[in-house]
């Protein structure tokens, strides 16, 4: 009998859950499989997130025998093999090889010739961005994408059908660890239900505890201690204190919290918070977002950490977040204000051009005086100031 994972394993597109950005029937992926001209494709991304899967539902949609090879154990000879079966059918396989980051350069050297003439639709998988591991000549002959770790919605999805099929009750608590024990992993997830259902039809809370301790989860916790942990992160970051906001990033890294969505809330918290005081901070920042989508981890956590420091050491100035959170609230208050004739496009007479003036001219841009901005004087704003009033004086 199949376990809990291989039996619940989606054999159509719409079945599958999760990857949205991919097989919405608007992504440009989605519409590669409907096509039948997916190009040699290398999926990467954490685990239990569905690689393998989708890789299996693509075989069968573009009816292609399919085979899973295992970059770890992998020969030569064993791709040789199975494309030589091919020689003189118009069908071609679809070669599945996971890990592909442990590919030798010796293998992917094989690989190329095949990729090139089309003799088979090479696939592949790993936990790692591959972009680091695959030659420039077999990146140029394929396409990389992501796989976004499971959100709870999707695992929710995942433990109803599981339920519809192996009818099994079980409580709001269990059900809530199920999900949060499982690092946003379907597979590790649908173990643990398996054991406990191997154990009673009934699944609660301490049978789950029982099998998986808290104290194997490192950091994983409720919905509420979740959301509660990236709060104490931004605050601590906010408040100037290194070593609380490199614990808080350790829990959130502990709990697999992806590294996107971790630098994401770092670049706001760039401007929001240090925004002038260092403007540097910003790039910082932007910059780290860029980075741990291209690695991801385990290394996205030391791009992480370099950010937070950096950011926690920074001079601290919201003037920007409260200057455009007056000037919106002024406008939703019904604060209009007509254009001064002289700045509306085409720029008419009486239009004084600052170049003409040495950089800066007195006129008029709102027709009303109105002030959002208040500068806190810290760090670059400081700067800003002296640049500012020069200019004026000038």
């Known amino acids: 009998m199949d376990n809990f994972a291989n039996r619940l394993r989606p054999k159509k597109l719409e079945e599958f859950v999760g990857q949205n950005h991919l097989i919405s029937k608007n992504a440009p992926f989605y519409k590669l499989i409907i096509s039948k001209k997916l190009p040699h494709t290398f999926f990467w991304g954490p685990p239990g997130t569905g690689k393998t899967t989708l890789a299996r539902i693509i075989a069968s949609y573009l009816g292609r025998d399919f085979y899973f090879l295992d970059a770890t154990s992998l020969k030569v000879d064993d791709i040789r093999k199975i494309v030589s079966k091919y020689k003189n059918s118009l069908t071609k396989p679809l070669i599945f090889i996971d890990e592909v980051h442990r590919l030798s350069k010796t293998q992917q050297e094989v690989l190329l010739p095949i990729m090139e003439k089309n ?49 099994f009750e079980i409580d709001n608590d269990a059900k809530e660890y199920l999900i949060r024990s499982s690092n946003h992993d379907a597979r590790s997830m649908l173990n643990l239900l398996e054991a406990a259902f191997n154990i009673t039809k009934k699944i609660d809370l301490q049978t789950l505890l029982a099998l998986k301790p808290k104290s194997t989860l490192l950091g994983i916790s409720s919905k509420e201690e979740h959301y509660n942990l990236i709060s104490a992160f931004i605050k601590s970051i906010r408040g100037s204190d290194i070593d609380a906001s490199i614990y808080y990033l350790a829990r959130l890294v502990s709990e697999a919290e992806p590294p996107e969505f971790i630098a994401r809330r770092l670049v706001i918290l760039a401007s929001e918070d240090i925004g002038n005081a260092n403007p540097n901070a910003l790039n910082i920042a932007v910059n780290t977002l860029e980075a741990v989508k291209n690695i991801g981890y385990p290394e996205a956590k030391i ?18 977040y409260l200057a455009i959170k007056k000037a919106i609230k002024s406008v939703e208050n019904g604060e209009i204000l007509p254009i001064p004739t002289y700045l509306k496009s085409p720029s008419p007479k009486g239009y004084f051009y600052p170049h003409d003036f040495g950089g800066y001219v007195k006129q008029k841009y709102l027709t009303k005086d109105l002030k959002f901005y208040e500068s806190k004087n810290i760090g670059f704003e400081k700067t800003l100031n002296e640049w500012l009033e020069k200019i004026k004086k000038s």
């Open 119 to 167: 003799e088979a639709l090479i696939l592949g998988a790993s936990t790692e961005n591959p972009y680091f591991s695959l030659t420039a000549a077999i990146r140029s002959r394929s396409f990389l994408f992501e796989f976004k770790p499971l959100s709870d919605k999707d695992l929710e999805k995942i433990l109803k059908k599981a339920q519809e099929i192996y009818k």
């Open 303 to 320: 791009i992480l950490s370099q950010c937070v420091i950096y950011l926690a050491s920074s001079p601290k100035s919201n003037s920007a």
